[in-house]
Structure formats: structure tokens, C-alpha cells
């Protein structure tokens, strides 16, 4: 359990977790102000990550730069046009609207003592394994 | 040079800090994940191994520990949040909720309890047949030019922000 991957992956946690809160991310009146378009904040926090984001995964693919663990060039990863892709999008709209939460800011939300993130962790957790039950589904017919 | 210090000492235990350097910080951090492991951010399959970790009889993959480890260093870094920020503790009030949500969940405990249940098991749902969430799809997805990650990402906002509008013109908030 205690190895140098995890080791880096709980620190990559606590770093992502303190800056989903000071983006304002886990304040249910700040997501509702984005939703609601009173206050985009949050839309400029999500645009700038995605945009820097991208910059930084063209300079990687134009210059050649090598993963360290691998010791080749990191790999673009995309994600299959999966079935249910459509359906499940729409779902977690709904889920978003509805709780002002999404799974990785649940947790940050319980690290800040928000007790009713709880419940929707718990949820989360439900949902993922039904999903993952339908997933197979999907997958086998 | 002391003052440029102590600002920037300040500026840490600000609540809320500028949206264009957190979401800098955050591709920064996220890049970092793929330029030393070469894993792009997620989280909602993690949300899935937990879920599978939780079925009685079945054997734990071992593979798939720093995904939970992940999670729960996002707990950690709420928590570390939360005490640097120099605001009262967490009481949920209706300033804390905003005005929508609290018009939209239920005044009951137990009818609270269910709906945000309810909603976490639509965004458990969602994203595992989705195949992400907004992290691995809007953040990491989008930012490495992946079209089905465009497209759920656009599903995501459009259904929210058409279902948080609608809700609040019926609520009349």
C-alpha cells in the first residue's frame, strides 16, 4: 500500500483538493451562480485550466517530451465515444444541477466538513457501481 | 521584498483566490500527474474501484490503490483548505447554500438526506457511463483535444446550466 506511486497520487490529492476549495469549486452558492450565470468565476477557473491545459499538451506532442516513469513521450489519451455517453452526460448534468456537486468536489467538500456531502459521496459511490454493472451490460450486447 | 512576502502570505489564507491562477495551478498540477506517471487527472473511476471495493466476496486489485489513495488525498486537501482559510467552520446556513439550493433541497432532514443521495447517485451514474467526469473529461479530457470528451463536457453544462435556469425560473429564485 505505502509505495512511491501512491505516495505521489496522495499529494497530487491534497494539492487538487486545496484548489478545487480556494477556486470556490466546493460552495454550493458559487456553483449555483455559475449554473445561474450570476457570477462566472468559476467558468474563467475551468477555462483557464483547460486552455493552459491544452498549450501544454501541444508543447508536449511538438517538442517530444518524455513521461518520466515511462521514459516515453507522454501519451495523449482519448477517451472512446463510448455507448451510453449521451445518456450518462445528460444524467450527470441532472446530478450537477441538482447538488451543486461533482465526484471530485465531494470530497473535498467532506475534507472541509461539509456534512452533507456525506450523502452525496455515498450516492456517488452507489451510482458508480450501478454504472459500472451497466457498463457491462452495454459492453457484452 | 518583506511587504511582496507577506502578501503573498496573505494571499494564501484567502478563501477564494484569483480564478485565472487557480485554474493556471490546476493544469499545471494536472500536466504534472501526466508528465510523472503519464495518468491524466481522474476521479470518477476511482469512485468506481470504491464501489467495487465495497461488494462483500471480492478480492481487491491492488493495481488500482493510488486511485483511492487520490481520493482520499482530495479529503485531505479540503480539510487543509478549510483550516487556512481563515472563515468560521462550515454551518449551513442559507448565505453558505445560496439562495437556489436553498429553495431547491428539501427543508426536512431526512428528505435532504434523500435528495442529495438521489443526486450523487445520478452523478455516480452519469459519469460511469459517461466514462468521466469533470475532471477526467473537462479538465484532462478536453485540454488533449479528445472529441468525445468535447462532447460530453458540452452535455454536462448544457444539461445543467438548462436544468439549474429552468429550476430556478419555477422556484422563482
Request: charged fraction near 10%; glycine fraction near 14%; include cysteine.
Amino acid at each position: 500500500m505505502i509505495n512511491r506511486k501512491n505516495f505521489l497520487f496522495l499529494a497530487f490529492g491534497i494539492a487538487f483538493g486545496f484548489l478545487l476549495s480556494r477556486a470556490g469549486a466546493t460552495s454550493p452558492a458559487i456553483i449555483s451562480q455559475l449554473l445561474l450565470f450570476d457570477d462566472l468565476r468559476l467558468l474563467w477557473v475551468i477555462a483557464t485550466a483547460v486552455m493552459l491545459g491544452g498549450l501544454l499538451t501541444w508543447l508536449a506532442w511538438r517538442l517530444g517530451w518524455r513521461a518520466r516513469n515511462t521514459g516515453a513521450p507522454i501519451s495523449i489519451q482519448h477517451k472512446p465515444f463510448k455507448r451510453g455517453l449521451i445518456a450518462g452526460s445528460v444524467l450527470f448534468g441532472l446530478g450537477w444541477a441538482a447538488t451543486g456537486v461533482c465526484p471530485g468536489t465531494a470530497l473535498a467538500m467532506i475534507g472541509e466538513g461539509k456534512g452533507f456531502a456525506l450523502w452525496v459521496g455515498l450516492g456517488i459511490v452507489a451510482g458508480s457501481g450501478l454504472g459500472s454493472w451497466m457498463n457491462q451490460r452495454l459492453a457484452r450486447d | 521584498m518583506t511587504d511582496a512576502l507577506s502578501s503573498l502570505w496573505a494571499t494564501f489564507f484567502n478563501p477564494l483566490w484569483t480564478p485565472v491562477l487557480v485554474g493556471a495551478l490546476i493544469a499545471l498540477l494536472a500536466f504534472a500527474q501526466r508528465w510523472l506517471v503519464d495518468q491524466p487527472l481522474s476521479c470518477s473511476t476511482g469512485f468506481a474501484c470504491l464501489a467495487q471495493r465495497a461488494r462483500p466476496g471480492k478480492r481487491r486489485d491492488r493495481e488500482s490503490d493510488w486511485r483511492v489513495v487520490f481520493l482520499l488525498g482530495i479529503i485531505l486537501g479540503g480539510l487543509l483548505a478549510a483550516l487556512t482559510d481563515g472563515v468560521p467552520a462550515w454551518q449551513g446556513t442559507t448565505a453558505e447554500f445560496g439562495r437556489f439550493y436553498t429553495a431547491l433541497v428539501p427543508d426536512s432532514a431526512w428528505g435532504a438526506a434523500l435528495w442529495w443521495i438521489g443526486g450523487g447517485i445520478l452523478i455516480g451514474l452519469g459519469a460511469r457511463l459517461a466514462g468521466g467526469c469533470t475532471s477526467g473529461h473537462t479538465i484532462a479530457g478536453v485540454a488533449m483535444g479528445a472529441p468525445a470528451s468535447l462532447v460530453a463536457s458540452a452535455v454536462f453544462f448544457a444539461v445543467a446550466v438548462g436544468t439549474a435556469q429552468l429550476a430556478a425560473w419555477v422556484l422563482g429564485v
